[in-house]
Antibody
């Protein structure tokens, strides 16, 4: 069974750094792109970027380029999304998602990030 | 950058009725369009890809149509579990292009 399991909710202060994770199982992790999607409270879905764990090829949405870093460790089948300096506007639910043959076919359960002083 | 719009923002439908949701792209995306369903407190779920192909396990009451810039998601007979928010997404020029979601249509009970 394909699963993407994300790390737990985080509460951080503005200016702090953060790295959240997404562990894939039940399929060949290095053979599928893994993307990240942001959903701010009460809002829609925003595609942030995507990585191919096989060779770490990474693409970013122009809206998120330079704001976050996407990485992956294929030895432990885990993708990451990180911030070097959080802002209150980063408060959101973040989903990791697998890009399969049919589209974004498997989603993680989401990681809620709250940034507040 | 391709901009996706959806209409209406909210659609009120009675159970058993037909629902028609629209999605428009600012430029042609060919058939590189997907639809997702999101229920409160849940992650989205892929419904349709390639504009008209149902994803694995999706009931036949869901159908997609269109190409180029105009797309439609039809739910033939709404069930209670279908009340949710629906998003379209374009993936034209992938790779190496980018993905863009529409703002969503909320389908609620009339």
């Amino acid at each position: 069974e394909v699963q993407l399991v994300q790390s737990g909710a985080e509460v951080k202060k503005p200016g702090e750094s953060l790295k959240i994770s997404c562990k894939g199982s039940g399929y060949s992790f290095t053979s599928y792109w893994i993307g990240w999607v942001r959903q701010m409270p009460g809002k829609g879905l925003e595609w942030m970027g995507i990585i191919y764990p096989g060779d770490s090829d990474t693409r970013y949405s122009p809206s998120f380029q330079g704001q976050v870093t996407i990485s992956a460790d294929k030895s432990i089948s885990t993708a990451y999304l990180q911030w070097s300096s959080l802002k209150a506007s980063d408060t959101a639910m973040y989903y990791c998602v697998r890009l399969g043959d049919q589209g974004f076919d498997y989603w993680g359960q989401g990681t809620l990030v709250t940034v507040s002083s | 950058e391709i901009v996706m719009t959806q209409s209406p923002a909210t659609l009120s439908v009675s159970p058993g009725e037909r629902a028609t949701l629209s999605c428009r792209a600012s430029q042609s995306v060919s058939s590189n369009l997907a639809w997702y369903q999101q229920k409160p407190g849940q992650a989205p779920r892929l419904l349709i890809y390639g504009a008209s192909t149902r994803a694995t396990g999706i009931p036949a009451r869901f159908s997609g149509s269109g190409s180029g810039t105009e797309f439609t998601l039809t739910i033939s007979s709404l069930q209670s579990e279908d009340f949710a928010v629906y998003y379209c997404q374009q993936y034209n020029n992938w790779p190496p292009g980018i993905f863009t979601f529409g703002p969503g249509t909320k389908v609620d009970i009339k």
